[in-house]
């Protein structure tokens, strides 16, 4: 007996599954990244840490953000990472594998736009780099032509 998946849903799994993977980081970085910049230009900040300036964004002292936000900064280095691997394993599976490398590079990129520099200038034009090479790479590994192989009439 001939047990061949002739409806194509293995295929589908196969190319929705790194949609789904890199949907997922990027949305995780998203929220990371709106929260960086959120407390960065003084929201939900009192009024003495957004007088400091970045002082808040570690979310712990004096002045850090209570509620969602203060929690999303608090876990917010963890969040980052996991979503720049989840959109590096989405590029891994994708058909262009060698695009998890600059993918990975750009994820390195927002981390260190967002957690080891005190600049905002430099967390946003951080951010902005990472997001349009992740932009970039997923619009060159979406106009990747798949190789198949045609059934020409009379073989």
Not at 68 to 78: K, N, Q, T
Not at 87 to 102: C, D, E, G, K
């Amino acid at each position: 007996m001939n047990t061949v998946d002739t409806s194509g849903t293995g295929s589908v799994v196969r190319r929705a599954a790194p949609s789904g993977v890199g949907g997922l980081g990027v949305v995780g970085s998203v929220v990371c990244a709106a929260s960086m910049i959120g407390v960065g230009v003084g929201v939900g900040v009192g009024g003495a840490a957004a007088a400091t300036g970045m002082a808040a964004m570690s979310g712990t002292g004096p002045g850090a953000p209570g509620g969602a936000l203060g929690v999303l900064l608090r876990i917010g280095p963890i969040l980052l990472v996991v979503s720049a691997l989840l959109v590096t394993a989405a590029f891994a599976l994708s058909r262009r594998r060698v695009a998890a490398i600059p993918a990975a590079l750009a994820g390195a990129v927002l981390y260190a736009g967002m957690y080891s520099q005190p600049d905002l200038t430099v967390m946003n034009a951080a951010i902005a780099a990472g997001y349009l090479t992740w932009a970039g790479l997923y619009l060159w590994v979406r106009r990747t032509p798949t190789h198949r192989t045609q059934n020409t009439p009379g073989e």
